[in-house]
């Protein structure tokens, strides 16, 4: 019994530690190309697969500038799959995204 109760709790443990954990890349301040991975509205944050393969969390803030075909666009905008160049500036082990423009 106390097995079957501790396997579904490491279980349980298991499944939300792997959906949390996005495996996210800390990279330098700079300039990159990739594809939206995931967008969550609620936290105006996006995850972008790189060109060479890492993977950038981008928090956005009331100072991201969010731009296609050089006009401003709201973030609601922003869907996986997507091709965006961001301007990124490295704090700690933080990513801010100064500018972030979409490719397509």
Known sequence: ?????????????????????????????????????????????????????QTLELYFSDNTELTRDGSTVDFSTLEEGMRVEVDVEKEGKRLNPLAVRVLE
């Open 1 to 53: 019994m106390k097995t079957k109760i501790f396997t579904t709790v490491f279980s349980a443990f298991l499944l939300l530690f792997i959906s949390c954990g996005e495996g996210t890349d800390v990279v330098e301040s700079g300039t990159y190309q990739g594809t939206i991975k995931e967008v969550e509205p609620s936290k105006t944050e996006i995850y972008v697969e790189t060109d060479d393969n």
